[in-house]
């Protein structure tokens, strides 16, 4: 019903940028909120940054400041802008949606993942 795929991952190396892409198909009733989340080896997943529909934005401390989160006008597609990039930014980033299946179910959607690696 729901596909996230995301795109843009690689190795870049300290201080560096990366822009990641999230391209969104199928159809959902209504959209909550998009966002990003990492999970570094050893790790929960954590946040990175949120955007609502509306396009109020949250981002975690250790990011802020050096990520920008954004989406298209259709919420088909979710951007992560990550510039000065630290080798603890590593991780496997994974693009989210939360929203809702129907007129009182929400759930959380999730794409497979793209790889970060920061190293010199």
């Known amino acids: 019903q729901v596909q996230l795929v995301e795109s843009g991952g690689g190795l870049v190396q300290p201080g560096g940028s990366l822009t990641l892409s999230c391209t969104v198909s199928?159809?959902?009733?209504?959209?909550?909120?998009m966002g990003w989340y990492r999970q570094a080896p050893g790790n929960e997943r954590e946040l990175v940054a949120t955007i609502t529909s509306g396009g109020s934005t949250n981002y975690a401390d250790s990011v802020k400041g050096r990520f920008t989160i954004s989406t298209d006008n259709g919420k088909t597609l979710v951007y992560l802008q990550m510039n000065s990039l630290k080798p603890e930014d590593t991780a496997v980033y994974y693009c989210?949606?939360?929203?809702?299946?129907?007129?009182?179910?929400?759930?959380?959607?999730w794409g497979e993942g793209t790889r970060v690696t920061v190293s010199s």
């Open positions: 199928g159809s959902i009733f209504r959209v909550v909120a």
């Open positions: 989210n949606i939360r929203g809702y299946s129907d007129y009182s179910t929400w759930n959380d959607y």
